[in-house]
């Protein structure tokens, strides 16, 4: 019975083998799956909004999302932050000056 349920066994795992590869055909083995990519990037020539954030999927890994495009997405996010932190700052220093009070009154 033992030796009768190991060649069963053996035919079994071969069967699967054989059909998971494609028992030698080569139109029937399994095509390499491409990785994903991120398809629609934040876009290059313009400010990046709000409804650009909204219609960001990033591609998921077997762990998670991919690394390389968090970081991409996040690097160009900080930096118009940044630049946008800064031009508020300007703009907020430039009204300053303008409705600041001058000491000197015109004289009559």
């Known amino acids: 019975m033992f030796w009768f349920l190991l060649i069963a066994l053996v035919v079994v795992v071969a ?33 990046v909004e709000r409804a650009d954030i909204d219609a960001l999927r990033l591609p998921m890994t077997a762990r998670g999302y991919r690394m390389a495009d968090v970081d991409d997405v996040l690097n160009r996010l900080g930096a118009e932050l940044a630049e946008r932190d800064a031009r508020i700052a300007e703009l907020s220093a430039a009204l300053a000056a303008a409705t600041a009070p001058t000491d000197q009154e015109p004289h009559q």
């Open 15 to 47: 069967a699967v083998t054989l059909a998971v590869v494609g028992g030698g055909d080569d139109s029937a083995v399994l095509p390499d799956a491409a990785p994903e990519r991120l398809v629609d990037p934040l876009p290059a020539g313009r400010p």
